[in-house]
Nanobody, 122 residues
Framework: QVQLQESGPGLVKPSQTLSLTCTVSGGSITTNYYYWSWIRQPPGKGLEWMGAIAYSGNTYYSPSLKSRTSISRDTSKNQFTLQLNSVTPEDTAVYYC??????????????WGQGTQVTVSS
């Protein structure tokens, strides 16, 4: 079965870059037709979609975060990464990676990582 695991520093200083890695096991990140997404949840708030990288390598970003966000992948390691630069305390959240299964009529977030807490503080 497919499993996703987030990893990276749990504490980042303001103005620095947040960098997280999602390691995928049990399936390839290049398999049609999956999209690999980053979602975050600040304390006391709802889920916020940040962006995704497709099986093809194409990337997609939330308009509100596009200027600060970069998603990439390493197919040899079956990993995809999130970089969020110029962070502030408002970026403190639980960060999730998730798989999106896409078909001709619908899509589904069918696999989630457990989430990782990232705190932005000096």
């Amino acid at each position: 079965q497919v499993q996703l695991q987030e990893s990276g520093p749990g504490l980042v200083k303001p103005s620095q870059t947040l960098s997280l890695t999602c390691t995928v096991s049990g399936g390839s990140i290049t398999t049609n037709y999956y999209y690999w997404s980053w979602i975050r949840q600040p304390p006391g708030k709802g889920l916020e979609w940040m962006g995704a990288i497709a099986y093809s390598g194409n990337t997609y970003y939330s308009p509100s975060l596009k200027s600060r966000t970069s998603i990439s992948r390493d197919t040899s390691k079956n990993q995809f990464t999130l970089q969020l630069n110029s962070v502030t305390p408002e970026d403190t959240a639980v960060y999730y990676c998730a798989r999106v299964s896409a078909g001709p009529y619908l899509y589904e977030y069918d696999c989630w990582g457990q989430g990782t807490q990232v705190t932005v503080s000096s």
